[in-house]
T-cell receptor
Framework: DSGVTQTPKHLITATGQRVTLRCSPR?????VYWYQQSLDQGLQFLIQ???????AKGNILERFSAQQFPDLHSELNLSSLELGDSALYFC???????????????????FGAGSRLTVL | SQQGEEDPQALSIQEGENATMNCSYK?????LQWYRQNSGRGLVHLIL?????REKHSGRLRVTLDTSKKSSSLLITASRAADTASYFC???????????FGTGTRLLVSP
């Protein structure tokens, strides 16, 4: 157990629907990251939050949104689902905001077990 | 788009042999990390090497970094069947906080 909890583990839904994936970071970690892993796109960074604020954005579609709550858990909302959204969605956490240009600190991520989304 | 690309895409070896996988990246980095992923599971951090380091060891793992060539290699010595997994390099660029993953190498270690 990595300490990062993701629910649900598996989700099957239909095109056009909306789902919410939930992540509880490891105790003490303030940063939460969301990644999408599919066979054809590999592991894609979606978005990062630090202590409730959005800090970095990657290849996240407009149909997707996320937030981090005061208790530091995070939710990833996926709407108007398409077949191509079927993937493993990973949440990861770290204790650091990020190091920017500094060599001090290291942004090592702890991953959850993932939520497997199947869109039919 | 992916920052790093691993080579080879797949590697099949026998127990006891060494496994070497390579990673190339495109931009300046703060550090480079290697992660392992067992089939369908979450990624697990293995080792980190900073941009001012050239080599690092951890148990049976040896990582090298050549910033002039923008490349890194991961060597697993005396491999075991339990090492069967996908291995990803990840780079933390100097401008942003996000960690960007490569395409991965699938390693199969046969008993």
């Amino acid at each position: 157990d990595s300490g990062v909890t993701q629910t649900p583990k598996h989700l099957i839904t239909a095109t056009g629907q909306r789902v919410t994936l939930r992540c509880s970071p490891r105790s003490g970690d303030l940063s939460v990251y969301w990644y999408q892993q599919s066979l054809d796109q590999g592991l894609q960074f979606l978005i990062q939050y630090y202590n409730g604020e959005e800090r970095a954005k990657g290849n996240i579609l407009e149909r997707f949104s996320a937030q981090q709550f005061p208790d530091l858990h995070s939710e990833l909302n996926l709407s108007s689902l398409e077949l191509g959204d079927s993937a493993l969605y990973f949440c990861a956490s770290s204790s650091l905001l990020g190091t920017g240009t500094s060599l001090s600190g290291a942004n090592v991520l702890t991953f959850g077990a993932g939520s497997r989304l199947t869109v039919l | 788009s992916q920052q790093g690309e691993e080579d080879p895409q797949a590697l099949s070896i026998q127990e006891g042999e060494n496994a070497t996988m390579n990673c190339s990246y495109k931009t300046s980095i703060n550090n480079l990390q290697w992660y392992r992923q067992n089939s369908g599971r979450g990624l697990v951090h293995l080792i980190l090497i900073r941009s001012n380091e050239r080599e690092k060891h951890s148990g049976r793992l040896r990582v090298t970094l050549d910033t002039s060539k923008k490349s890194s290699s991961l060597l697993i010595t005396a491999s075991r069947a339990a090492d069967t997994a996908s291995y990803f390099c990840a780079t933390l660029d100097t401008g942003f906080q996000k960690l960007v993953f490569g395409t991965g190498t699938r390693l199969l270690v046969s008993p």
